[in-house]
């Protein structure tokens, strides 16, 4: 089973700061995959593999990443960011979530 | 567009089992893989398994085979999850997701079923 260790675990930002969460796999993996959660609601496609945004999604959000190492990066911080944020990867046959990161607005 | 309509709650008395449902619309229902997920309250997300509608095959994770049994029903474009015996540890919202192109990914995500195991 590949382990998704995210990193920070809680976060918080000032607007316009920049945030870069962490998403590290146990083994090597070819894809990953974020969601975003906003309490009380569904998780929502996010970017998907490795670096493109989903529908709706602002400009300011970035992925990159390969091997074990990716990352999730919003380039200046907004209110409606506030949020956690999940990775997700596939490595059949299990498909294995990150525990996620809490983003709060400072 | 894409819609993946749950219900809202579920109350199951420990032992008795659940069938959780997942109407899928705006979409050909046979072509992509249907998964759920679990997630307690206050914690993250944990992949249960899959199933393609168009041949029912079946991609479990096996800490839940003998917990979660996926089924489908083509003629209503309905994904079925029914769990077995279920104890407080089954307390829960339940999501289906339907994958993404590639199937690796979840593109659409139902509201979700909060399920209460309790007597």
């Known amino acids: 089973e590949i382990v998704l260790t995210q990193s920070p675990a809680i976060t918080a930002a000032s607007l316009g700061q920049k945030v870069t969460i962490t998403c590290s796999a146990s083994s090597s993996v070819s894809y990953m995959h974020w969601y975003q959660q906003k309490s009380g609601t569904s998780p929502k496609p996010w970017i998907y593999?490795?670096?493109k945004l989903a529908s709706g999604v602002p400009a300011r959000f970035s992925g990159s990443g390969s091997g074990t190492s990716y990352s999730l990066t919003i380039s200046s911080m907004e209110a409606e960011d506030a949020a956690i944020y999940y990775c997700q990867q596939w490595n059949y046959p299990l498909i294995t979530f990150g525990a996620g990161t809490k983003l709060e607005l400072k | 567009q894409v819609q993946l309509q749950q219900p809202g709650a579920e109350l199951v008395r420990p032992g008795a089992s659940v069938k959780l449902s997942c109407k899928a619309s705006g979409y050909s229902f046979t072509s992509y893989w249907m998964n759920w997920v679990k997630q307690r309250p206050g914690q993250g997300l944990e992949w249960i398994g899959m199933i393609h509608p168009s041949d029912s095959e079946t991609r479990l994770n096996q800490k839940f085979k003998d917990k979660a049994t996926l089924t489908v029903d083509k003629s209503s474009s309905t994904a079925y999850m029914q769990l077995s015996s279920p104890t407080s540890e089954d307390s829960a919202v339940y999501y289906c997701a339907r994958s993404g192109g590639t199937g690796d990914w979840f593109a659409y995500w139902g509201q979700g079923t909060l399920v209460t195991v309790s007597a």
């Open positions: 593999e490795i670096s």
